[in-house]
């Protein structure tokens, strides 16, 4: 399998899934840690695949998504985004409607608490 059909293979049969460097219980860069721990603490079930680990998906993920970056966050196949543009919709409560539509299950009180200390 190459890397493309492998990369494409884990956003499609996981519901959300974040390519990032380490792991969700073991970050290994701030900005990878700062998105694992948004979902984290809003309780949401997501793969994680460290691109740590292989460096063909390290580059593999950046050519699929033609995004430059680590972290990258797909919810149902598709690219969200990076650190910045998931901080920014956690923030906005874009990403509780992208959940909500997607019927990907979420703490909406942990969302909320998330919002009010960044406010």
Do not use: H
Not at 10 to 39: N, Y
Not at 42 to 66: C, F, P, T
């Amino acid at each position: 399998m190459s890397t493309t059909d492998q990369i494409k293979d884990t956003v499609t049969t996981s519901d959300v899934v974040l390519f990032m460097k380490g792991t969700k219980e073991m970050p290994q860069c701030g900005f990878s840690s700062r998105v694992a721990g948004v979902l984290n603490y809003m309780g949401v079930e997501y793969a994680d695949v460290n691109v740590l680990a292989d460096e063909g998906i390290r580059q593999g993920i950046k050519d699929y998504s033609d995004w430059p970056t680590i972290p990258q966050l797909y919810v149902k196949g598709e690219f969200v985004g990076g650190c910045d543009i998931i901080t920014e919709m956690t923030l906005s409560g874009e990403l509780d409607q992208l959940f909500e539509t997607n019927g990907i299950q979420f703490n909406k009180d942990a969302a909320e608490k998330i919002r009010a200390a960044n406010g």
